[in-house]
Every structure is written in C-alpha cells, then in structure tokens.
C-alpha cells in the first residue's frame, strides 16, 4: 500500500503558459501532501504543505501566486505554474501522508522544461 | 526552523564494504528521522525510519542510530552491493504544526564491483 502517483511525468511549456500537475494517493487517504522541487544533483525543496479542505501553507521564497495549490479532496492535490518561464524549468515532486502517521510517500515527479 | 547538515556529499566503496552516512540537526525538538533513496530520475523511496524514542533500528543491511544530546544520526549500510548505489538523503521533522520535512543535502552512494 502507499502509493502516489503523479501526472504527468514530463511536460514541455512555451513561456508564459500554465501547467497543472496532479499527485494523487491511490490506496490511502491523504490529510497532508507536500510539493518539493528539485534541481539536477540537489535535495528536495520544499514549495508548500497542503492539507485537505485548507489553504497551503507556502515556504519562505515560494510565491503563491506563481505556484497555485489546491488539495480538494483526500486524495487529490493539484500545483499549478502559472505564467511559467525557463527558470520555473525543474523536477517537481510530491507526496503525501496519511493521518496519524509520520512517513512521506513520494510520487515519482514530474519533470518541467518552460520553453 | 530546522537545519540538516549530511556528510558526505559522495561515497565510493568497494562491493561488500560498509558504508556509513552522517546527519546533523539543529532542532532538538526533532522527532522523526527517515532516510530516503533516490535513483536517478526515479521518486524518493523510504528505507528505514526512526522516532526520538530509539537509539537504533536495523533492518537486514540497513540500521540508523540516533544520537539525541548531539543531535546526529547515521545511516549503516553493511554487505554493500551494487543495487545500492543511489543518492541517499536524510530528513528530520523538526517542531512544526505541518509534519515537514526537513532534507539533508543528499550523499551519492558509488558501490564498485
């Protein structure tokens, strides 16, 4: 059990396009999800925490209105990249994590090239 | 907030060896310390996790210990194999309402057959 999965795994934008990309949890329920970015040979970052029903909760440097998120249901949080350009360009992960536990399960990314 | 250091950056052992990854913390709130392993272009996957209440957990080849008065754990990674080269990260969950994650800086694990 515990499996995230995210859609789509690679996408090619022109500049100023926006993209969604969907992570959902697909045999548990998810109260919390994450959304990290990550560049080539670097760590995870974390963007934002989401809980279901809420709104999410932005890291230092994260703009939210770039980076729109929305968790509608426990299993289901969307990332957004409004008006993307070439810097947005980057892996973008997430995962969730199901009430009352600890462990983070990741979806297996989605890769981002703004044109 | 928290901070992770993780040591080294990149590992090189022969097959067979132990291999052996250090994380500092700053939060001595911290409760919760997995380890991840990340093969390339591939998600992070849990290997072993512990909780502030255990100064060590094994798992077959794996086993992490916890020091809580220095604030540093380590991952053991013992009878190495190819299949374990990977780019391993640390992660502690400091004293926050949100259950995040704080990443180290990720080790490249090499096992040289």
């Known amino acids: 059990g515990a499996v995230v999965s995210q859609h789509p795994s690679r996408v090619i934008c022109k500049s100023g396009t926006s993209v969604k990309i969907e992570c959902r949890s697909l045999?548990?329920?998810?109260?919390?999800m994450f959304w990290y970015r990550q560049f080539p040979k670097q760590s995870l970052m974390l963007m934002a925490t989401?809980?279901?029903?809420?709104?999410?909760?932005?890291e230092q440097g994260v703009e939210k209105d770039k980076f729109l998120i929305n968790h509608a249901s426990l299993t289901l949080s969307t990332l957004t990249v409004t008006s993307a350009h070439p810097e947005d360009s980057s892996f973008y992960i997430c995962?969730?994590?199901?009430?009352?536990?600890?462990?983070?399960?990741f979806g297996p990314g989605t890769r981002l090239t703004v044109l | 907030g928290e901070n992770v250091e993780q040591h080294p950056s990149t590992l090189s052992v022969q097959e067979g060896d132990s291999a052996v990854i250090k994380c500092t913390y700053s939060?001595?709130?911290?409760?919760?310390f997995p380890w991840y392993k990340q093969e390339l272009g591939k998600r992070p996957q849990l290997i072993i996790d512990?909780?502030?209440?255990?100064g060590e957990k094994k798992d077959q080849r794996i086993a992490v210990t916890l020091n809580k008065t220095a604030k540093h754990f380590s991952l053991h990674i013992t009878e190495t194999q190819p299949e374990d080269s990977a780019v391993y990260f640390c992660?502690?969950?400091?004293?926050?309402?949100?259950?995040?994650?704080?990443f180290g800086g990720g080790t490249r694990l090499m096992v040289k057959p």
């Open positions: 995962s969730a994590r199901r009430g009352g536990t600890d462990t983070q399960y």
């Open positions: 045999d548990f329920q998810a109260t919390t």
């Open positions: 989401s809980n279901e029903g809420s709104k999410a909760t932005y």
């Open positions: 939060d001595s709130a911290s409760n919760y």
């Open positions: 512990i909780r502030s209440n255990v």
């Open positions: 992660a502690a969950r400091g004293n926050n309402a949100g259950n995040m994650l704080t």
